[in-house]
């Protein structure tokens, strides 16, 4: 009898050790199986993200060169603008000296209309030194494109010549100015000459102030470029 009783709790506690084993090789192999599901979604994830690191590689690549190639425009726009810059700063003092010499001419050539015999009411030197600001602007190559070639010629002699435009303008017209102007038009050379330095100061003036406006223009334009970028 003790035999039985002691064979029954031996089979009980088999059956209850086997029922743990069984419980616990099913919760093993539930483990391992969503394990496994884990290390294949973790191998997909791993695939994805080498993926990913591979396209943004080539984006930061992509961003580098459009770095560079902006900072070289800008390098190249900032130069282009400099230059532009430097060839109106120098046309600007050109202009202005020119304007500025024959403004002075105009003025004197003015007051030597006033009273007969310039050269003895106004000193000398006042006409030389407008002589000399008015072949600086002949020399310039745009002088050539203010005025006609006929009037070009007679700045030319007056630059040549003062004397025969300041002196005695008052006078009866030689024949040789009746012969230039036969239809009884004639002026006196200094009004001829004041006309056509005060038409190249007006042109220069006016081109002058073209300029300026282009030129603010252009930094404007260039600063918002800069700024976009």
């Not at 282009?80 to 050539?109: D, F, I, M």
């Not at 000398?124 to 602007?137: N, Q, T, Y």
Request: glycine share 8%; proline share 2%.
């Amino acid at each position: 009898h003790r035999i039985e009783q002691d064979g029954k709790l031996e089979q009980q506690s088999y059956d209850k050790y086997a029922c743990w084993c069984e419980e616990t090789m099913g919760r093993k192999a539930n483990d391992i199986a969503k394990g496994k599901e884990t290390i294949d979604e973790s191998q997909a994830l791993i695939i994805k993200l080498k993926a990913e690191l591979a396209a943004h590689g080539a984006e930061i690549e992509q961003g580098k060169k459009d770095i560079a190639s902006n900072l070289q425009a800008q390098e190249d726009a900032t130069a282009v603008r400099n230059k532009e810059h430097e060839e109106y700063s120098a046309e600007k003092t050109e202009s202005e000296q020119c304007s500025g010499a024959l403004e002075a001419a105009v003025k004197v050539l003015a007051g030597a209309g006033e009273k007969k015999g310039f050269l003895q009411t106004y000193h000398e030197a006042e006409l030389l030194s407008v002589v000399v600001g008015v072949k600086e602007v002949l020399r310039r190559p745009a002088a050539a494109k203010l005025v006609a070639s006929k009037d070009l010629e007679l700045v030319r002699r007056f630059a040549q010549h003062p004397e025969e435009f300041v002196g005695g303008s008052t006078g009866t017209p030689s024949l040789a100015q009746i012969a230039n102007n036969p239809f009884g038009d004639y002026a006196p050379q200094s009004t001829q000459i004041q006309g056509i330095l005060k038409g190249m100061y007006d042109t220069f003036v006016g081109d002058l102030e073209k300029s300026n406006a282009d030129e603010a223009e252009a930094q404007k334009s260039h600063e918002e470029l800069m700024a976009t970028k």
